[in-house]
């Protein structure tokens, strides 16, 4: 009886004492908003899911619908800020955005995941609270949400509904998306085609598991196989006696951004000019109403990839300065992002004209990554288990119970008779297997944490006042930047993006002499002055990441001044002192 009361005592003090957050520790906590991560929503189940959460969290999370899709889906941003620490645009923001390809689909849950997982732990967690209440957020699940709606809605591959829905011409014959992908068998995913052809094929069954085909070498015997690929599962709906070479839209929500852009016939997908597309075109104008961002990160999938430009290699190299910060959270990525590689993109990955964080920082000034959101390395902790054909349905066989995989089975198809259809179902490969989704939305929403963190924190060291006579003082002001990314980029300073930082003085009863920036600590009259307006100071390379600048002014008159640093990618901070005392 004693033991069976101490149970209800504790289960009761449980119920009424919950503890707060959902820190991502495995015992006690319980999160005030559930969201299953263990699958993947559709476009109306995201913006359900922030729904709840701003419901929930009315202070801390607002939303504003940026533009409308090509299909009249809302673009909606939301942001993440404490009003009662500041404004979202008086602080360094950090834009997240998922989704810009229709099937990386998982990229929609990160940026959902990041935004609860902050607003969760904000009462209870010290760390996620200083940065929150220090920085804001704006959050767009979807940059693509026609692409998303239509691969869960519609019969796809896993590569397909990559693009928006605007019809395009890509086969070039006048008409429009008249020739899809055909879902013969209804199941909803589109897999592939072989047909039986003893002795004329070029392929042949592996001996050990047929549902894998085996290209046969090319020889000088006349040996061939017994099969041959027909592609992806379809018909020639247009009857041009070609298959499924013209399928709904055709373009790349990734090229289509001013930095480096080409037009369609270099860089397919990118439409006919810059930022052509709706969707690209309510981000920008976003963007450039907020100069306060300072931090981007872009989800896609796959490959296990921490991405920063130049997309390519006729850009040239980024200033010293910028690669540094770059190296820096690339590097920690790789250490919280098992089987991620932090690349350049023109240098490791391939071309890419007119991408959407080369743009960010080449064209904003600001410090931009892509995360490619999975790699099927993934699928075994020492990686034993990679892309290989055999190798993925193993990982089906025992991890999945052969859910992933269409069995090879005959359809009379119209023009090549008995085939086979099988192959691998639309969420298997780009996408995680459901019970390695958290995983991965956490580890890249922490990424996003570090990120956000290296944004610029000014901080005001103490004034040193010399009184050298006649009236005359000299005001030396030193300014510190704690984190690693600078109040202003060098790519920004360089090539005049944005407005430079401003150092102000003032005070009532106060006359500003002269004015600049020191060049050293030890020797004061080492000092760059000022031509005119002694009293505003700017200074266009801002201040570097965990660097520190001196100031010295000289005024004559007394009372109270203060002293202002202004930076479109910093808290302005301010200080005021007595020239009494």
Not at 340 to 353: N, S
Not at 488 to 496: D, L
Not at 551 to 563: A, D, Q
Not at 567 to 573: L, N, T
């Amino acid at each position: 009886m004693l033991l069976l009361a101490l149970s209800l005592t504790v289960l009761q003090s449980s119920d009424t004492q919950p503890l707060d957050g959902f820190p991502g520790l495995a015992a006690g906590r319980k999160p005030t908003v559930e969201i299953a991560w263990n699958r993947l929503y559709d476009y109306d189940e995201i913006y359900a899911h922030f729904d709840r959460l701003a419901l929930t969290y009315p202070k801390l999370l607002t939303m504003e619908v940026i533009g409308h899709s090509i299909e009249s889906r809302e673009m909606r941003v939301y942001t993440l800020n404490n009003p009662e620490t500041g404004s979202a645009s008086s602080k360094p923001a950090m834009w997240i955005d998922g989704n810009v390809h229709g099937n990386e689909v998982q990229g929609g849950e990160a940026v959902v995941y990041t935004a609860w997982y902050l607003l969760e732990n904000y009462a209870s967690n010290e760390r996620v609270r200083e940065l929150v209440d220090s920085s804001s957020f704006y959050l767009l699940p979807m940059v693509n949400p026609d692409g998303r709606a239509s691969w869960f809605r519609d019969a796809h591959s896993p590569h397909s509904s990559r693009t928006g829905v605007m019809p395009i011409d890509s086969d070039r014959d006048g008409l429009f998306d008249e020739d899809p992908p055909n879902d013969l068998d209804g199941d909803g995913s589109i897999v592939q085609m072989r047909k039986y052809m003893p002795g004329e094929g070029t392929h042949r069954l592996d001996p050990d598991d047929p549902r894998i085909m085996n290209r046969v070498p090319a020889n000088d015997r006349g040996i061939r196989g017994d099969w041959i690929y027909l592609g992806q599962e379809g018909i020639d709906d247009d009857g041009d006696g070609r298959t499924n070479e013209d399928d709904v839209g055709g373009y790349d929500m990734n090229r289509a951004w001013p930095s480096m852009w080409m037009p369609d016939h270099v860089q397919y997908g990118a439409g006919p000019y810059p930022l052509y597309w709706p969707e690209a075109r309510s981000i920008a104008r976003f963007l450039y109403e907020h100069p306060n961002v300072a931090a981007v990160q872009s989800f896609h999938n796959a490959g296990g990839m921490i991405l920063r430009g130049p997309g390519a290699e006729s850009f040239g190299t980024y200033p010293r300065g910028d690669l540094r910060v770059f190296d820096e959270l690339g590097e920690d990525g790789e250490k919280m992002l098992p089987f991620y590689r932090y690349m350049i993109i023109a240098k490791d990955l391939y071309t890419v004209f007119g991408g959407f964080a080369t743009w960010t920082y080449e064209g904003l000034g600001i410090i931009s990554f892509t995360n490619e959101l999975w790699t099927n390395d993934r699928n075994s902790p020492d990686d034993r288990l990679g892309s290989d054909r055999a190798e993925q349905l193993w990982f089906d066989d025992h991890l999945l119970q052969g859910a992933g995989f269409v069995d090879w089975h005959a359809y009379d198809h119209p023009l090549y008779g008995e085939v086979e259809i099988g192959g691998f179902r639309k969420d298997v490969g780009r996408v995680p297997p459901s019970f390695l989704i958290e995983e991965m939305l956490h580890r890249n929403a922490m990424f996003c944490l570090r990120h956000a963190r290296a944004m610029p924190s000014i901080v005001f060291e103490p004034t040193v006042l010399t009184d050298l006579g006649d009236g005359v003082t000299a005001i030396d002001v030193t300014v510190r930047n704690d984190h690693a990314i600078p109040t202003r980029t060098a790519r920004a300073a360089e090539q005049g993006i944005g407005s430079p930082d401003l150092f102000t003085i003032e005070g009532e009863n106060v006359e500003v002499l002269a004015g600049g920036f020191r060049s050293d600590r030890f020797r004061p009259e080492r000092i760059s002055l000022a031509e005119r307006e002694p009293e505003r100071l700017v200074r266009e390379s801002g201040i570097g990441g965990r660097q520190t600048l001196r100031i010295r002014w000289f005024v004559s008159g007394s009372g109270t001044v203060r002293i202002r640093h202004l930076s479109e990618k910093s808290r302005d901070a301010e200080v005021e002192i007595s020239l009494d005392s």
